[in-house]
């Protein structure tokens, strides 16, 4: 069987690792053989392809990025898009199968497809994890060790200067990477899209911190809403598929804590740095894990499902399944966090 790979949506650490996995199953012991579809659905929808053999993945389970490159083309949209151009294409370049690495809008489209009848399993990504059907996605371990090493060094300097430091992390939905690299930095807040908060009591925590002789550190992700906002910050236009582009919330709250405070603050976006470098070894090893899984379940013909991490094991769940919701944080995790605020 040959099998097709694609890597679709925002990049994360531990892409590499998959491909790898799964081309070393596949063709070690499962009798598959790969190709790559270059930049996610658009590789698919316009057959540009690289072969993928034992050679060219050495070693790539430690690189960054995808080496297949990544976009948020809409494999439903253009002429050559659509299920039956992309079954023909399919056939044309003898690929038999597809393995999508992606987030909830890379398997809602692998959704689709499989609907109208095309051979797709999936993978998770983000490093958002907001995927509920699996415990943790690969890149989030990554993202929140950088937030972490990101914030030790705010601290320092904001120390130095009795400042107020507000460090802005990616969570579109959800808050998680703030949660983990906010508790592993000691964060005297912590602010995340499931949980409005007021200015005054974004206010009440930087000055108990304060008073205590501490430079108050304030970690915000890009999808938080003080209570006075309907919608998340943006103001960096739309993304391929037409959604606000987040980022810049920090900024936006920084000012206020200070006039309100009388405490100089300052604010940091991490962006994109959070969603580069090399993965984790915990990312590698979920990563290589899965990718070989994606082999196993391509070999039993589980169209329709992907792979996910439940405890410390590798299951498979449908796509229906899988992209029935969100992973936000729950309740009981922002309460003990918030124990610690102020
Ligand atoms: N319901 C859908 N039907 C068809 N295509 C979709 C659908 N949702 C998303 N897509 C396509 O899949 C692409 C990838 O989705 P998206 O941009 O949400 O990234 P993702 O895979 O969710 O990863 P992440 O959000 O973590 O970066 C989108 O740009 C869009 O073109
Ligand atoms: O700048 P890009 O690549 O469009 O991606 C940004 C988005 O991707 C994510 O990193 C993952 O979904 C979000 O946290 C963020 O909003
Ligand atoms: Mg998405």
Not at 1 to 24: E, F, K, Q, Y
Not at 93 to 108: R, S, Y
Not at 303 to 323: D, H, N, S, Y
């Amino acid at each position: 069987m040959r099998i097709g790979i694609l890597t679709s949506g925002g990049d994360c650490p531990g892409l590499n690792a998959v491909i790898r996995g799964a081309v070393l199953k596949g063709t070690e012991i499962n009798g598959q053989e790969f190709v790559g579809f270059r930049d996610g659905w658009r590789g698919v929808v316009n057959a540009d392809i690289m072969e993928l053999t034992r050679h060219n993945i050495r070693g790539i389970a430690k690189q960054g990025g995808t080496i297949l490159g990544t976009s948020r083309t809409n494999p439903f949209e253009g002429e050559n898009g659509g299920p039956e151009n992309i079954a023909a294409n399919m056939e044309r370049h003898g690929i038999d199968a597809i393995m999508a690495i992606g987030g909830e809008g890379t398997l809602a489209a692998a959704k689709r497809l499989t609907d109208a009848g095309l051979k797709i399993v999936g993978v998770p990504k983000t490093v958002d994890n907001d995927l509920d059907a699996t415990d943790y996605t690969f890149g989030f371990d990554t993202a929140v060790q950088i937030a972490t090493d990101a914030m030790d060094r705010l601290r320092t300097t904001g120390e130095s200067h009795s400042r107020c430091m507000v460090a802005e992390v990616m969570g579109r939905h959800v808050g998680w990477i703030a949660l983990h690299s906010g508790m592993a930095a000691g964060a005297h807040a912590i602010l995340i899209p499931e949980q409005k908060t007021s200015v005054e009591q974004m206010c009440e925590w930087v000055q108990s911190a304060y008073d205590r002789g501490r430079a108050p550190l304030v970690v915000v992700a890009e999808g938080f809403m003080p209570d006075s906002m309907d919608d998340p910050h943006s103001e960096r236009g739309l993304d391929a598929f037409g959604r606000p582009r987040l980022g810049g919330i920090g900024e936006r709250i920084a000012p206020l804590i200070e006039s309100i405070t009388g405490i100089e603050t300052r604010a940091t976006t991490l962006g994109h740095i959070q969603r580069g470098g090399v993965p984790s070894a915990y990312d590698r090893v979920l990563a290589t894990r899965l990718g070989m899984a994606a082999s196993d379940i391509i070999g039993d013909g589980a169209w329709g499902q992907m792979v996910a991490l439940k405890g410390t094991e590798i299951v498979t769940v449908g796509f229906a399944e899988a992209l029935g919701k969100l992973k936000t944080v729950p309740q009981h995790r922002y309460d003990e966090a918030a124990l610690l605020f102020g």
